[in-house]
């Protein structure tokens, strides 16, 4: 068991609405709504946390919300290294009809102030040292400029963290430049913040990233350390909702990571991990029969070998 803190700056509150057929600018009766406390570090904390790791969870969170947060810490058990910002924290409305369409809207986070982002640094300074790995994921909210994250992965990887990045856009491109130990971007995050540079790979490497994770949807997961590279396949499975596929995938490579697995084994399992969210509405392990199942039909071959 490995003690990890994820990092989630941008945290939301899921507040997914079903109703048989949205009919846009007339009254519409929803027969369910759901409210959840979400965001991506939330998520991985608690892919973590089912697997039997010690999970804190910290970033930026509205203090004029906080029920939802407040219940999901507690209820799991989470060390909350939240700090509490005024406003509230964003909802991302998610409208689910019957026939699969999903309508996504979502809003802005509360503007995060300079005072806050010195709170937020000040407590990492004083508890980091207690954890193996932290997990920074998600975007920023606003008031974070990528030049204060780049500083703060400095800081966390000053207290001998491990630090992994799961972020996209401006943030994963000045990310990087800290030297992350791991990073999980999809395909276009990558391409996004590499400019499609033949060797980027390499690159990253030679910056101190030893671990790049790429994902690829369906097509499954190719892992990348310096001088070898691993691609998984997950087995066919029935979608039900992709919402926590990438958390699920990162939280299922630290677990391997941390626990010394051996790295066929470890991308074998994250990928199972994956694939069950994608089978779920929500995400997490909650049948080990059907994850052992899963494993099972992953196909992982080495790529290189250098
Ligand atoms: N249809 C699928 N079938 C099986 N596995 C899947 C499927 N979609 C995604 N996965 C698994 O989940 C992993 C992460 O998915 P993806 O590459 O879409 O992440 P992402 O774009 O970061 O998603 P997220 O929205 O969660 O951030 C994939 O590498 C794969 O292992
Ligand atoms: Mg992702």
């Keep these: 068991m490995a003690k990890i803190l994820t990092l989630t700056l941008n945290p939301a509150l899921d507040l997914t609405v079903r109703l048989a057929r949205l009919e846009p600018g007339a009254?519409?009766?929803?027969?369910?709504?759901?409210?959840?406390?979400?965001?991506?570090?939330?998520?991985?904390?608690?892919?973590?946390?089912?697997?039997?790791?010690?999970?804190?969870?910290?970033?930026?969170?509205g203090e004029a919300n906080p029920q939802a947060f407040d219940a999901l810490i507690s209820r799991r058990g989470f060390g909350d290294a939240f700090v509490r910002v005024p406003g509230e924290t964003r909802s991302n409305i998610k409208i689910a009809e019957q026939d699969g369409r999903v309508t996504d809207?979502?809003?802005?986070?509360?503007?995060?102030?300079?005072?806050?982002?010195?709170?937020?640094?000040d407590k990492v300074a004083m508890i980091g040292a207690q954890f193996d790995a932290v997990v920074v994921a998600g975007s920023l909210p606003r008031g974070v400029s990528p030049q204060w994250f780049q500083g703060l992965l400095?800081?966390?990887?000053?207290?001998?963290?491990?630090?992994?990045?799961?972020?996209?856009?401006?943030?994963?491109?000045?990310?990087?430049?800290?030297?992350?130990?791991?990073?999980?971007?999809?395909?276009?995050?990558?391409?996004?913040?590499?400019?499609?540079?033949?060797?980027?790979?390499?690159?990253?490497?030679?910056?101190?990233?030893?671990?790049?994770?790429?994902?690829?949807?369906?097509?499954?997961?190719?892992?990348?350390?310096?001088?070898?590279?691993?691609?998984?396949?997950p087995p066919k499975v029935t979608v039900a909702s992709t919402v926590g596929a990438g958390d699920s995938l990162l939280a299922g490579m630290l677990h391997g990571l941390l626990s010394d697995e051996a790295a066929e084994q470890t991308l074998r399992r994250a990928t199972a991990i994956a694939a069950m969210a994608v089978t779920q509405i929500g995400f997490g392990i909650s049948d080990d029969a059907q994850l052992a199942h899963l494993e099972s039909g992953v196909d992982v071959r080495t790529l290189t070998e250098q």
Excluded: C
Aim: proline share 4%; aromatic share 4%.
């Design 154 to 233: 400095q800081q966390l990887k000053g207290l001998g963290l491990k630090v992994a990045l799961d972020t996209s856009g401006e943030a994963l491109r000045t990310g990087l430049q800290a030297g992350p130990w791991l990073v999980k971007p999809n395909t276009e995050e990558l391409a996004e913040a590499l400019d499609y540079a033949t060797d980027a790979i390499s690159q990253l490497h030679q910056q101190g990233v030893e671990h790049v994770v790429v994902s690829d949807g369906a097509a499954g997961v190719t892992w990348y350390r310096p001088g070898t590279a691993l691609h998984a396949t």
């Design 105 to 121: 809207i979502n809003a802005p986070g509360p503007l995060v102030s300079e005072e806050a982002q010195h709170a937020l640094l």
């Design 27 to 61: 009254v519409n009766r929803s027969e369910a709504m759901l409210t959840h406390a979400a965001g991506k570090g939330v998520n991985v904390a608690q892919v973590l946390a089912d697997l039997g790791h010690d999970v804190s969870v910290g970033g930026f969170l």
